[in-house]
């Protein structure tokens, strides 16, 4: 298995919603990521869990709450999020310090 | 301050020609640099990376070549196939972080 998967694949949320992403891989890879991208941008990094802990939060807003439940999974868990929050939200994972594998994203739409 | 810099928003080239995509940095201290290539509504996927002690790497139709006196690397994809069409990413890396350039578009024209 050579995939991160991601789920949802499209989720619309309202401002007072709690909503979780989900992303998983099963190649051993022993970082993870969470990346934000909006329209026409590049990839934003958002978290960074290595060996299931965290290890960079870039400045994120405390309505992103990051979990790695084991080393196979990761969560973000969406509370009470803005209208500009709307974004790609990419989770990538890494064996080596280089090259990472993105998964397909998941589009968050917030009203 | 953006550290990693794709100066060409985008780029067209003929099928069959040579693309070449540029990438400029700042900080001396990235240990890797890559390349990714997205397609609309996909994550990016790598294609291929060099690291900071080397100055070529070769895979298939694709070659990274780094300057580091310069501060530069280019991408250079021979020959250039319609499904070469998308959004290229430079990205440089320091430990667990990867700092991306804000890509260019890659047109393959017929």
């Known amino acids: 298995d050579t995939e991160v998967t991601q789920t949802p694949k499209h989720l619309v949320m309202g401002m007072t919603n709690k909503k979780s992403l989900k992303c998983e891989q099963h190649m051993g890879h022993r970082a993870m990521y969470w990346y934000k991208q909006k329209a026409k941008k590049p990839p934003e990094l958002m978290f960074v869990y290595s060996y299931e802990k965290l290890s960079i939060n870039e400045s994120v807003p405390s309505r992103f709450s990051p979990e790695c439940p084991n080393s196979s999974l990761l969560n973000l868990h969406l509370h009470a999020l803005q209208p500009e929050d709307s974004a790609l939200y990419l989770c990538a994972s890494s064996y080596t310090d280089n090259e990472q594998f993105f998964g397909p994203g998941t589009r968050l739409t917030v009203l | 301050d953006q550290q990693v810099k794709q100066n060409s928003p985008s780029l067209s080239v003929q099928e069959g020609r040579i693309s070449i995509l540029n990438c400029d940095y700042t900080n001396s201290m990235f240990d890797y640099f890559l390349w990714y290539k997205k397609y609309p509504a996909e994550g990016p996927t790598f294609l291929i990376s060099?690291?900071?002690?080397?100055d070529k790497n070769e895979d298939g139709r694709f070659t990274v070549f780094l300057n580091k006196s310069a501060k530069h690397l280019s991408l250079h994809i021979v020959p250039s196939q319609p499904g070469d069409s998308a959004v290229y990413f430079c990205a440089a890396s320091l430990g667990d972080k990867i700092i991306f350039g804000k890509g260019t578009r890659l047109h393959i024209l017929p």
């Open positions: 060099i690291s900071s002690i080397k």
